[in-house]
């Protein structure tokens, strides 16, 4: 669908009648395995010489249509549906590192991500280094010869920074190795950073690319641009792999080598697969997924601007907001709006915090984003405690911080709510 608008994407992208009973919503394919036309069919598909279903776990129609609609919208070159988002992220990460290699990656990041690249990738002798990738050279200063990637967000969780993609990804290139962006807080709604000279785009669509809150999954968006096998610092795709004969993915998929990679090696072997329900329920919420930004931005810009004038309130850290540091970077690469996340800081500390989460009424406080209900949390005490005191700062997640999700409500409600709770706190 080249050349429609992203409103129409949304709607129509991966998502043809059914050709088998011409049903104009895609199906969901509740079914483990296919059968094959004969026994010719079934070694060509195992041999990766022609493409089409064996097994869920590999593929499925349902997911397919997600990972086409998501993929026209970012602008990529094909994509993987998995689990979740952290399921995303791992295998991204498996298809390019071995053993003792290294991941440069921004300080700012969503809590989880951080656990996961910081400890639990070092069971598998996956080294990383975080900087402070406000400053690109800092990422530059991080590179080895070990690292194998450098892994951004976009716009980063909780804090609402925007990060220089377009110079961050000259440093990854300069360096020989691929730039991965985490957009799921900015969605290609806001910004498509393939566009900026991303290789790998990840997402949690669990969050506003689902955007109600009913189901858990993720996607690995492959740019299709990125060059495999000149350094040979990528063996799992440009050396002959022994569980496939032999057979050398960048030679033979070219710039589908990546993701061709992730799924048949990686979600074949680890199996961190999405249900078809969930992609189901995904790519149903997509559809208003243009309507449903428009209205979270507008409400968290309104609410950004309202409680910077509270007196309770010390700060608002919300690139939408003329006067934020980030608001010239959210006007080169999100259009000038901040989303609809964002971080401010109670007077009160950490205790002010607590009280504010435990009194609002119409936010729910839970550990999401991206719903259309307005979401609350206090990130010191639930998503960053695992973090040292001095690992929240970093993260942008000190004590006195709450973060906000904004949600799609009248913004009147919205704004009544948090002035009861402030009150109260």
């Known amino acids: 669908m080249s050349g429609h608008k992203m409103d129409t994407l949304a709607v129509h992208a991966g998502t043809a009648p059914d050709p088998a009973t011409n049903a104009r919503i ?99 002798d996956w080294h990383s280094s975080f900087v402070d990738a406000d400053d690109p050279a800092n990422v530059a200063a991080a590179i080895t010869g070990k690292t194998r990637a450098v892994f951004i967000e976009s716009l980063a969780n909780p804090g609402g920074v925007v990060q220089d993609i377009a110079a961050i990804a000259k440093v990854a290139h300069d360096a020989g190795v691929p730039l991965i962006v985490d957009n799921t807080m900015a969605t290609p709604v806001l910004c498509r950073p393939i566009e900026h000279g991303a290789d790998i785009v990840v997402h949690s669509v669990t969050k506003f690319l689902n955007g109600h809150g009913n189901s858990v999954g993720g996607v690995i968006v492959d740019a299709g641009s990125f060059d495999w096998a000149s350094s040979g610092n990528y063996p799992y795709l440009s050396q002959p792999n022994p569980s496939y004969h032999g057979k050398v993915f960048t030679q033979a998929f070219g710039n589908l080598a990546f993701i061709l990679g992730c799924r048949a090696l990686g979600m074949r072997d680890l199996g961190p697969q999405m249900a078809p329900m969930n992609a189901f329920l995904t790519l149903t919420g997509m559809e208003t997924l243009s309507l449903r930004m428009e209205r979270h931005c507008a409400n968290a810009l309104a609410l950004a601007q309202w409680l910077k004038a509270h007196p309770k309130v010390d700060w608002v850290s919300y690139a939408g907001l003329p006067e934020d540091p980030y608001h010239p970077l959210a006007q080169r690469y999100l259009g000038g709006r901040g989303g609809a996340v964002f971080t401010f800081g109670l007077k009160g500390g950490y205790d002010a915090g607590v009280k504010l989460v435990s009194s609002v009424k119409l936010f729910s406080h839970l550990a999401n984003i991206g719903d259309t209900r307005s979401l609350i949390i206090h990130p ?9 005191a001095e690992g929240q700062e970093a993260a942008g997640a000190g004590p006195s911080v709450v973060r906000v999700s904004v949600g799609i409500e009248h913004i009147d409600d919205i704004i009544a709510d948090m002035a009861q709770a402030l009150e109260a706190a």
Do not use: W
């Not at 988002?85 to 053993?99: I, K, N, R, V, W």
């Not at 998503?383 to 040292?388: A, G, M």
């Open 380 to 388: 010191s005490s639930t998503t960053h405690r695992q973090l040292s």
């Open 26 to 124: 895609t199906p969901i394919y509740q079914t483990a395995s296919y059968v094959f036309d004969d026994v010719d069919h079934a070694a060509g598909l195992f041999d990766l010489e022609i493409f089409g279903n064996i097994y869920t776990r590999l593929m499925n129609p349902t997911n397919g249509a997600l990972e086409g609609k998501i993929a026209a919208l970012e602008g990529g070159a094909a994509a993987l549906a998995t689990a979740s988002g952290h399921a995303a992220q791992f295998l991204a990460f498996h298809t390019l590192m071995e053993p003792g290699c290294h991941i440069v990656a921004a300080k700012k990041l969503y809590g989880g991500s951080l656990n996961q690249i910081g400890h639990s990738f070092r069971k598998m």
